[in-house]
């Protein structure tokens, strides 16, 4: 059967591909499922997924297909206990293994990171953690890799993670899922300085009273995107995303959030700071989902990008598809230079136009990244 | 010094629209000038004009500040040399706060005059001593500049920078309006203890009250762009008596 996307030929078949996974024979079965799906959908993009604004089928048309070398190491505090499992927790959990198609049937990064996933972690964490797990995923070289992160949080749980996406130079697709139970919160802390071919998609499925507050640092160096998708699967759960979004020159930064409100009495809350320097794009796709007998929802939206560049572009697309009156949503966008009346005033202070430049932008970043956060060491030296 | 700040023949138009017109001022180091005038009179243009807005288109004349061509120098350099516009509307910056934002001002204005930055300590110290004096508190230091301030909190707090500023031409466009009867007091009082004999000011109003508290040494009545007749304080209180009808049919 021929790939419906047949400008990607350098996408082997799934058998052929497996051989190289001595380790993964007995998820075949499984993976293929996913493979007939890719094939069904094709490589992402525009035309056939939800992204607007980006063609990842063009990005990685030319990336060698092999595997690079990737690793995801976990940093804990000694007196923190929880298990980590591998490629093992998927054999005895067969039905977990295509968990993210039940979510999403039509996303063609989704399949492919199921079709030919080649690293995995597990996380299991029973007990609240008195200090943040750090979970550092790096690749090396040219070539593809496709791992694989799940979480699962237990009832009455308080747990932080901090995720690094450091180095590359050829194309990884991540999955990351967080299955949260009732009462339970983790606060999320993402830095993304990929140097390869980005492409993460991030799941939440939250359960009753639970709550998940994910800040998201992105300053990659060649083409990124990410996805994230709050599942509220019970009611009175909430979903923060807050993220900060500095690309360096000539690269490129996308964003799609899709907050599906399942349940009654859920909040979400989406905030998108982009800074666009030199040669840069980004996007921001962000979806309010109200299904029609899901009451008393609260969810908002709020976009910001600040144009550094006459060649730098945003594009920025707020969607709210709510079938239920029973909803305050609100959503808003600006999109434009730094104002010349705050520029003015700093530099009637004495304020040059750099320091008055920077100190607006810190202000930006400030908003969502602040002095106790981790993702503050990460920044650019020139926004610290 | 005499005429410390000199403008002269000054004519400034926006959108091909005469504002200013042919503007004669000089004020000494040491003296305290007040410039009266009503709504739309382009009392606002001259200020924004001395600190170096863009946007204003300068038809004719010269302004020297401190025997230099003024007009040479961008915003931040007027500052730095010892020029201050108190906003009649000081503009509100998110995630900015207020004390490090008057820091990183104290710091570029040091270190533009050759001096050594304030340590951390004595740096805390001057800002508390001077909040005080303007009945503001910590937690508005830390608050972010001007955001969610009411309009006396942000004269207070352009108060509060000239203070710790300590320019040699202070400009105070309209900081007498917003205020109540109290915080008007705090505000003048706090103005007049920057007043001394190494530095002037040009204070911007509509009414006497506030020079009631600022004596000034010389008052001018501003219409349509000109200066058109100046005097001592008696000149406000005529004003405050009498308003402008004199001079708008001289």
Known sequence: ????????????????????????????????????????????????????????????????????????????????????????YFKKNKNHYLQPLKYLKDEGVVNLNLSYSNLFKVLTIKKDLKKPIIVDIKSEGHGMSFPRILINIYNNVNAEIQFLNRGGLGFINQITEINIGKNSSVKISRLNESSSIHSETFFSNLGRNSEINLKNLSIPKNKSRFQVFNSFIDEYSSA????????????????????????????????????????????????????????????????????????????????????????????????????????????????????????????????????????????????? | MKNFLKIKNLSISVDDKCIIKDLNLNINKGEVHALMGPNGCGKSTLSNVLAGKEGYDITNGKISFSGENLLKFSPNERANKGIFLAFQY???????????????????????????????????????????????????????????????????????????????????????????????????????STRGKKNSMLIITHYQRLLERIQPDIVHVFINGSIIESGGPELAEEIDKNGYERFNNA
Request: with cysteine; charged share 30%.
């Open chain 2, 90 to 192: 000081p503009v509100e910056i998110p995630g900015v706060t207020n004390i490090n934002f008057i820091k990183t001002a104290l710091e570029s204005n040091r270190q533009y005059n050759g001096l050594d930055p304030l340590k951390p300590g004595d740096f805390l110290k001057l800002i508390k001593e001077k909040a005080e004096l303007l009945g503001i508190s910590d937690e508005y230091l830390k608050r972010q500049l001007n955001v969610g301030f009411s309009g006396g909190e942000k004269k207070r707090n352009e108060a509060l920078q000239l203070m710790m500023l300590e320019p040699s031409l202070a400009i105070l466009d309209e900081t007498d309006s917003g205020l109540d009867v109290d915080a008007f007091k705090i505000v003048a009082d706090a103005v007049n």
């Open chain 1, 240 to 384: 923060q995303f807050k993220s900060v979004s500095i690309p360096y020159e000539n690269s490129k930064d996308d964003f799609l959030v899709h907050n599906n409100h399942l349940s009654s009495n859920c909040k979400s809350d989406v905030g998108m700071r982009s800074i666009l320097g030199k040669e840069t794009e980004s996007s921001f796709q962000a979806l309010i989902d109200v299904e029609n007998k899901i009451k008393n929802s609260r969810a908002d939206q709020d976009c910001r990008a600040i144009l550094l560049d006459e060649k730098a572009s945003m594009n920025a697309k707020p969607e709210m598809k709510i079938y239920n009156n029973d909803v305050i949503c609100k959503h808003g966008t600006t999109i434009g230079s730094l104002n010349q009346d705050h520029i003015f005033y700093l530099n009637s202070r004495g304020l040059n136009k750099f320091e008055a430049e920077k100190i607006l932008l810190q202000g930006i970043i400030s908003e969502y990244i602040s002095e106790d956060s981790p993702l503050i060491n990460f920044l650019p030296e020139k926004y610290k």
């Open chain 1, 1 to 88: 059967m021929a790939m419906k996307d047949s400008t990607m030929p350098n996408f082997l078949n799934i058998k052929n591909f497996d051989k190289s996974f001595d380790d993964l024979s007995s998820l075949s079965q499984l993976r293929e499922e996913a493979f007939l799906n890719l094939k069904d959908i094709g490589i992402p993009s525009k035309k056939f997924e939800r992204w607007k604004y980006n063609d990842l089928k063009n990005d990685i048309r030319n990336i060698e297909f092999s595997l690079c070398k990737t690793s995801i190491k976990i940093k804990k505090n000694k007196l923190d206990k929880f298990e980590i499992n591998e490629i093992d």
